[in-house]
Nanobody, 124 residues
Framework: HVHLVESGGGLVQAGGSLRLSCAAS????????MGWFRQAPGKHREFVAA????????YYADSVKGRFTISRDNAKNTVYLQMNSLKPEDTAVYYC?????????????????WGQGTQVTVSS
């Protein structure tokens, strides 16, 4: 089991940027895919971005492609989500996910560990 702690959420105006971090501890961090998901009020949790164990491959939801960048630093056991050009519809609780079996078109069930979430609010 991998223990995950997200940080970096907050309130930002539309067009602004935020960088989320997810620090991992526990068993091996760098041998599996990592991802970010989000859940807006009244909606199901949805996929945002994923990165392969090496960091060399990434995959994004169409809604964030070109605006968000996922990356990882295995030496620091940390995965990041750089979010630029934020929109009000990006408002959600963002969850870090680890121990993933796939970085390409992943589904929630493919990730074995989850963080507690961090709130991102984008005002118009």
């Amino acid at each position: 089991h991998v223990h995950l702690v997200e940080s970096g959420g907050g309130l930002v105006q539309a067009g602004g940027s935020l960088r989320l971090s997810c620090a991992a501890s526990g068993r091996t961090f760098n041998s599996r895919a990592m991802g970010w998901f989000r859940q807006a009020p009244g909606k199901h949790r949805e996929f945002v971005a994923a990165v392969s164990w090496s960091g060399g491959n990434t995959y994004y939801a169409d809604s964030v492609k070109g605006r968000f960048t996922i990356s990882r630093d295995n030496a620091k056991n940390t995965v990041y989500l750089q979010m630029n050009s934020l929109k009000p519809e990006d408002t959600a609780v963002y969850y870090c996910a680890a121990d993933g079996s796939s970085w390409y078109k992943p589904i929630q069930a493919e990730f074995g560990s989850w963080g507690q979430g961090t709130q991102v609010t984008v005002s118009s």
